[in-house]
């Protein structure tokens, strides 16, 4: 079956840096989605891979190992407003979204 | 304001009863989609579109159907409503069905209680 791992919650401090883990099992792989979802809004983009490496995106940055079947959001300078869930998600070998059920992070000052 | 509508933003509803959930994008994007996302669970997809006039069927598309008659509004309608339907349902859209890199954009959602 297909599988997306990631951790259900996770705390950190303003200011610090945090990394959300996120391992995968798919039948095929057209890449890796992360999603940021405040508290009873919509999903939004956040970063796509499809190769190995890292992606910087400002404080954001998301890292894939197609091997391993992993890959990780990194979030640095972090502030309260990052308070979110956030949702990893590949793209299968039929094009459809498979999707973790997200990481709550909650920000303490 | 481009972007995808859904109405209503929440509802009530009686078990046995029919129910339509509407989405319109307009940012003439090809692909549509239909997911419901519940508690301690990741998105499931519903039914899909990947043009006007084509539908297919997601992970758990049993009480649900779609229809596409244009580029803009994919409804989704609950036949006979059940309480295991109580959930968030998002509909969302991308530029293209197939390769990789296509986002997708997501409604505002419409919480839907059945009781």
């Known amino acids: 079956g297909q599988n997306i791992d990631q951790p259900t919650e996770m705390t950190a401090t303003e200011g610090a840096i945090v990394q959300i883990n996120c391992t995968y099992q798919?039948?095929?792989?057209?890449?890796l989605f992360w999603y940021q979802q405040h508290a009873g809004e919509a999903p939004t983009f956040l970063s796509y891979?499809?190769l190995d490496g890292l992606e910087e995106k400002g404080r954001f940055s998301s890292f894939l190992s197609r091997s391993k079947g992993y890959s990780y959001l990194l979030l640095k300078e972090l502030q309260m407003k990052d308070s979110a869930s956030y949702l990893c998600?590949?793209?299968?070998?039929?094009?459809?979204?498979?999707w973790g059920a997200g990481t709550k992070l909650i920000i303490k000052p | 304001i481009a972007g995808i509508t859904q109405a209503p933003t929440s509802q009530i509803l009686a078990a046995g009863r029919r129910m339509t959930l509407r989405c319109t994008q307009d940012?003439?994007?090809?692909?549509m989609y239909w997911y419901r996302q519940d508690l301690g669970l990741g998105l499931r997809l519903i039914h899909y579109?990947?043009?006007?006039?084509?539908?297919g069927k997601g992970e758990v598309p049993d009480g649900y159907s779609v229809s596409r008659a244009n580029t803009d509004d994919f409804p989704l309608t609950l036949a006979s409503a059940v309480p295991s339907q109580t959930s968030v349902y998002f509909c969302?859209?991308?530029?293209?069905?197939?390769?990789?890199?296509?986002?997708?954009?997501f409604g505002p959602g419409t919480r839907l209680t059945v009781l």
């Open positions: 969302a859209s991308s530029d293209g069905a197939s390769g990789g890199g296509n986002e997708q954009f």
């Open positions: 940012m003439r994007h090809n692909a």
């Open positions: 579109s990947n043009t006007a006039g084509t539908t």
């Open positions: 798919t039948s095929g792989f057209n890449g």
């Open positions: 891979n499809v």
């Open positions: 998600a590949v793209m299968d070998s039929n094009y459809q979204l498979i």
